[in-house]
């Protein structure tokens, strides 16, 4: 599905009322994003990444960087 057929998803879903003063607007990409007034605008998120770099050839290779492993959290 394209990002075009993914708005147009999005305009057509129904909008519902959870609790006063905010809604929750279902779609593909965010199934249960939920709006408020008093929302921030940011939300926490953790990301996790695992990265191994080689230089070389086959027979030669050299590890550069390697089982380097991080967890990012904000929000």
Known sequence: ????EY???EENEP???E???AITQPNARNPRRLHSAQ???MESSVLRFN???TVGSKGKQKA???DVAATVKWG
């Open 39 to 41: 929302s921030s605008g």
């Open 7 to 9: 708005d147009k998803a």
């Open 64 to 66: 550069i960087l390697s």
């Open 1 to 4: 599905m394209t990002d075009n």
């Open 15 to 17: 909008v519902t009322m």
């Open 51 to 53: 990265l191994n770099f």
């Open 19 to 21: 609790e006063p003063g």
